[in-house]
Structure formats: structure tokens, C-alpha cells
């Protein structure tokens, strides 16, 4: 049995981590539940799981030690840079981290990864992309590899002309081709600032710099990512775009339990990759130059982010101001060490607050 602590249960990786849970109720128990603001699911999910503790952030202040104190493994699957504070509690705690919240990672991923090795708590990929990678490693993170691939599907937006983009509504940007997600992500994807926080997510899981790491196109959405090797071999995970496979492949490794149907290969057609068009997508390169750059850019880069695809979704800027946004607060806030918790959050506040006074000119 599996005692889980899940962070971030009415989103839509909770929700499927549920469906995990409800699917092998012999193998997994839900110890702890906590949610960000939806407190009336919450308390249906409590009836139905009876978890030890059940929590909304939104309702006061946040038991951090209560919730990892009776689980074997904490499943992170808040959204946003709040993600960021349950990562760092549950490493304290000793209790082994799946990781579904990108953003502890991309502002974070200095400050998760040396506690993460102090307290010897191991970070298992949720996010579809790096789970790829770690099966094509065969779960072996210390296995030498040329270049780690990760595969983008280019989003609803991928054969606009520039000035089009210019023109996207909210509603296009949530119909992404392939992938079923949230709306925040959704929105990420269509601008490609999502392939860029996984590139940062691939260095600091798997200890690489970001010359061995790659994105290419893959409108399919069926190879997941890939693996290249010194002697040229690339090995790749495949599947239907389905995240209930990396949600319960993260819970049960290296053991496989029934998940999703097999690929009708036959039936599939063809599989192409194209290259990444940065150009006509400025947030890929947001994304990477912050990373690259380290200590609170990542943070700052978020924190505009959040800020933006918020206020893209009210219809309150166009789709490319999402990335003009991003751009004038790395611009205009500089870079600092990230010393602790606090100095993220201090510089998450600070972006927040420059990408409003962008926005709405206050
Ligand atoms: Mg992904």
C-alpha cells in the first residue's frame, strides 16, 4: 500500500491522480488532500477518500508539517509558483516527491535539488515529457546520454503567420491539438513559455547543462520524448497523449501496472518532427535566457507569467503581450542570488507587481 499526500487535488492532475487511486484502491491509499480554492470539491473528495487531513489555502494558513507527516510519497500537483512551498515541505519531511508542479523546478530547482540531496528524498517526473526521458533511461538517472530531446506538440498556434498570432482569443489558445491540461499550461503550451520551464526542468532532474538538451516539434503528440546516446541511438517512450500513464508509472516504478490502451500502430500514420519556430514565439527564448541566467530570473520569469496568462484569459491583453509582459520585467527587475525560499518569494511578489503596473499601467 502507497500512502499518498496530493497537492493540488481539484486541478486536472489531481483529479486523474484520483482516478488512479480509485482505479487500484489495493494499492494506494490517500493519506492527505489539499487544494488551492475549490473548497467544495474538496470536501466531497474528503467524504469520498477520508484522508487524515484535508486542506484549503485559500481557508488559512497552510498545515505544511500535518499534511506529509503519515505519507510514504507526496504528489505535488499544485499549479503556479505556490507549488513551490509543499515541494520544499515535503523534501523537510524526508518523504519522496512526485512532481507534476513544474514551477518548483523552474524557480526553484537550485534551492529542490540541494535539500532534495541533503535530506537523500528522491524527485520523480510526473510531467509527460520527463517521464519519457527516465523510462527511455530505464529509470537509471546516472546513465551517461548525449542529448536529452523533448518533444513540444507547437500548440494550437504552430502555422500562424506572425501577425495572426497577434490576433488569437482565449478560447483558441484552450484548444490545444492533442493534450487535455489546465488552462494556465493550455496557454503555456500555445506559447511555447511551457517547452521553455521544461528545458529548465530537464537540466535540474537530470544534472545536465543546456547545451544536452533539445525541443523539436512533434504535432502527434505520440513520441513523448527522447534519449540520444554517444554511439548515435535514440531511444523513445510512446503512447497516446494521455497523462494517467506518467501520473501512475511516477506512483508504481520500476513496476507497471494496467494504465492506458496500447498504440494501434498500424492505424497511427505517419509521425513528423519539425523545428522549434522560436521566432515567432518569444517566450521559448524568455524562458531559456531566465534559466540560463539562474538565481531569481526563473522566478521573475513566472511570476510575469502568471501575471500575464491571467490577464490574457480576462481579455485584458492580446496574446502578445503575454511575452511583451514577460520581457519588460526581466527587463526592469534585476537578477539576484537565490539564497532561500524567502528571496524567491520576495522576487515573485516584486514580479508580480511589475507585470501589473505593464498590464494596467498602475
Ligand atoms: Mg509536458
Redesign the pocket.
Given at each position: 500500500m502507497i500512502n499518498i499526500a496530493l497537492i493540488g487535488c481539484t486541478g486536472s492532475i489531481g483529479r486523474q491522480t484520483l482516478d488512479i487511486v480509485r482505479s487500484h484502491p489495493e494499492r494506494f491509499r490517500i493519506t492527505a488532500l489539499a487544494c488551492g480554492t475549490d473548497a467544495d470539491s474538496l470536501s466531497m473528495l474528503k467524504k469520498e477518500f477520508s484522508p487524515c487531513i484535508a486542506h484549503c489555502a485559500a481557508e488559512g494558513e497552510i498545515p505544511f508539517g500535518a499534511l506529509f507527516e503519515d505519507c510514504d510519497v507526496a504528489f505535488i500537483a499544485a499549479g503556479g509558483f505556490a507549488g513551490l512551498a509543499y515541494t520544499m515541505s515535503a523534501i523537510e519531511a524526508g518523504k519522496r516527491v512526485l512532481l507534476a508542479n513544474?514551477e518548483s523546478l523552474v524557480c526553484g530547482g537550485e534551492l529542490v535539488m540541494k535539500a532534495a540531496k541533503e535530506r537523500g528524498v528522491e524527485i520523480v517526473p510526473v510531467?509527460?515529457?520527463?517521464s519519457a526521458i527516465f523510462q527511455a533511461l530505464g529509470f537509471r538517472r546516472e546513465a551517461g546520454f548525449e542529448k536529452l530531446i523533448?518533444t513540444a506538440s507547437g500548440g494550437p498556434f504552430l502555422h500562424y503567420e506572425k501577425e495572426a498570432l497577434a490576433r488569437v482569443t482565449a478560447q483558441e489558445a484552450l484548444a490545444h491539438p492533442t493534450?487535455k491540461?489546465g488552462k494556465k499550461?493550455t496557454v503555456d503550451?500555445a506559447t511555447l513559455l511551457?517547452?521553455g520551464y521544461?528545458i529548465i526542468e530537464a537540466k535540474w532532474l537530470y544534472e545536465t547543462d543546456f547545451e544536452h538538451i533539445e525541443a523539436v516539434v512533434h504535432p502527434e503528440s505520440i513520441v513523448?520524448s527522447l534519449v540520444s546516446f554517444a554511439d548515435g541511438a535514440m531511444i523513445a517512450q510512446l503512447g497516446y497523449p494521455d497523462m494517467r500513464l506518467p501520473i501512475q508509472l511516477a506512483l508504481t516504478y520500476p513496476e507497471r501496472l494496467a494504465c492506458t490502451p496500447q498504440l494501434d500502430l498500424a492505424r497511427l500514420g505517419a509521425l513528423h518532427f519539425l523545428p522549434l519556430p522560436k521566432e515567432k514565439f518569444p517566450c521559448f527564448g524568455l524562458a531559456l535566457a531566465a534559466g540560463r541566467a539562474g538565481g531569481t530570473a526563473p522566478t521573475l520569469l513566472n511570476g510575469a507569467a502568471e501575471e500575464a496568462v491571467s490577464a490574457f484569459l480576462k481579455g485584458h491583453i492580446t496574446f502578445s503581450q503575454i511575452a511583451e509582459t514577460i520581457g519588460d520585467v526581466l527587463g526592469s527587475i534585476p537578477r539576484e542570488e537565490a539564497e532561500d525560499l524567502s528571496a524567491l518569494k520576495e522576487a515573485d511578489a516584486a514580479a508580480r507587481r511589475a507585470a501589473r503596473a505593464f498590464i494596467y499601467g498602475k
Amino acid at each position: 500500500m502507497i500512502n499518498i499526500a496530493l497537492i493540488g487535488c481539484t486541478g486536472s492532475i489531481g483529479r486523474q491522480t484520483l482516478d488512479i487511486v480509485r482505479s487500484h484502491p489495493e494499492r494506494f491509499r490517500i493519506t492527505a488532500l489539499a487544494c488551492g480554492t475549490d473548497a467544495d470539491s474538496l470536501s466531497m473528495l474528503k467524504k469520498e477518500f477520508s484522508p487524515c487531513i484535508a486542506h484549503c489555502a485559500a481557508e488559512g494558513e497552510i498545515p505544511f508539517g500535518a499534511l506529509f507527516e503519515d505519507c510514504d510519497v507526496a504528489f505535488i500537483a499544485a499549479g503556479g509558483f505556490a507549488g513551490l512551498a509543499y515541494t520544499m515541505s515535503a523534501i523537510e519531511a524526508g518523504k519522496r516527491v512526485l512532481l507534476a508542479n513544474k514551477e518548483s523546478l523552474v524557480c526553484g530547482g537550485e534551492l529542490v535539488m540541494k535539500a532534495a540531496k541533503e535530506r537523500g528524498v528522491e524527485i520523480v517526473p510526473v510531467d509527460s515529457e520527463h517521464s519519457a526521458i527516465f523510462q527511455a533511461l530505464g529509470f537509471r538517472r546516472e546513465a551517461g546520454f548525449e542529448k536529452l530531446i523533448l518533444t513540444a506538440s507547437g500548440g494550437p498556434f504552430l502555422h500562424y503567420e506572425k501577425e495572426a498570432l497577434a490576433r488569437v482569443t482565449a478560447q483558441e489558445a484552450l484548444a490545444h491539438p492533442t493534450w487535455k491540461m489546465g488552462k494556465k499550461v493550455t496557454v503555456d503550451s500555445a506559447t511555447l513559455l511551457n517547452k521553455g520551464y521544461e528545458i529548465i526542468e530537464a537540466k535540474w532532474l537530470y544534472e545536465t547543462d543546456f547545451e544536452h538538451i533539445e525541443a523539436v516539434v512533434h504535432p502527434e503528440s505520440i513520441v513523448h520524448s527522447l534519449v540520444s546516446f554517444a554511439d548515435g541511438a535514440m531511444i523513445a517512450q510512446l503512447g497516446y497523449p494521455d497523462m494517467r500513464l506518467p501520473i501512475q508509472l511516477a506512483l508504481t516504478y520500476p513496476e507497471r501496472l494496467a494504465c492506458t490502451p496500447q498504440l494501434d500502430l498500424a492505424r497511427l500514420g505517419a509521425l513528423h518532427f519539425l523545428p522549434l519556430p522560436k521566432e515567432k514565439f518569444p517566450c521559448f527564448g524568455l524562458a531559456l535566457a531566465a534559466g540560463r541566467a539562474g538565481g531569481t530570473a526563473p522566478t521573475l520569469l513566472n511570476g510575469a507569467a502568471e501575471e500575464a496568462v491571467s490577464a490574457f484569459l480576462k481579455g485584458h491583453i492580446t496574446f502578445s503581450q503575454i511575452a511583451e509582459t514577460i520581457g519588460d520585467v526581466l527587463g526592469s527587475i534585476p537578477r539576484e542570488e537565490a539564497e532561500d525560499l524567502s528571496a524567491l518569494k520576495e522576487a515573485d511578489a516584486a514580479a508580480r507587481r511589475a507585470a501589473r503596473a505593464f498590464i494596467y499601467g498602475k
